[in-house]
């Protein structure tokens, strides 16, 4: 599949490669165990945004609050356009005047494991189980969909943490007080040097 038909129209109609570093990207094969990646985006309002690889893309949903490790907490989360896997590593500053103009930083990623049975069936049907291996979060999560979004209304899911071990009350972290798990930098200091690039390791490339 190439070109428009491989799902990622949307992601690149509203974008423009040659202003923005985001990747143009392809669906891809992935590796044995699923990816996931959380951004955190200050565009303009403030939001996590939620990603999980299925079927050579990444399923996203954009997560105002953020993810909460408190079992009680239903965070909104509102499905966007499938994103490219290349995305997963995508860090920097998205250029006034661009989609999404605002830094971002990938604050968590790891792999996860779906519970559902048949997870593409389930993704279609609105309710999925996923068991996360990551960095920061972890244990059971479920996330559903409660409008369907046919009536005129916006597609809108709720984002929840399974009361399991990893569970807890501390809710989520400052959005901008936490680091990248790439470059240890905050959101600010990825805005205040949108032109260095940096490493894991942390140097500059
Ligand atoms: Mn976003």
Known sequence: MSGDDDG????????????????????????????????????TSLH?????EWDGVLKSWSVPKGPSMNPHDKRL???????????RTFEGV?????????PVIVWDEGTYEPLSRDFGKA??????????HGGKLRGDWALSR????????????LLVKKSDSHASSRGTPDPWRVRSALS????????????????REGGRR
């Not at 949307?10 to 990646?37: C, I």
């Not at 996590?48 to 999980?52: A, I, M, N, P, S």
């Not at 240890?184 to 490493?199: G, H, I, M, N, S």
Request: aromatic content about 12%; overall charge negative.
């Open 48 to 52: 996590f945004d939620f990603r999980l």
């Open 94 to 102: 998205i250029p006034r005047g661009e989609y999404g103009a605002g």
């Open 123 to 132: 993704l279609a049907k609105g309710h999925i189980s996923f068991r996360m």
């Open 146 to 157: 409660f409008r369907s979004g046919e009536d005129g209304e916006r597609e809108a899911w």
């Open 184 to 199: 240890d930098r905050t959101l600010k200091q990825v805005r205040e040097e949108p032109a260095e690039r940096w490493t």
């Open 8 to 43: 990622l129209g949307t992601y690149r109609r509203k974008r423009r490669f040659d202003r923005t570093e985001e990747p143009e990207g392809e669906r891809a094969g992935g590796g044995e165990e699923p990816r996931y990646v959380v951004q955190i985006h200050d565009a």
């Open 77 to 87: 989360a509102m499905p966007t356009e499938d994103h490219p896997l290349d995305y």
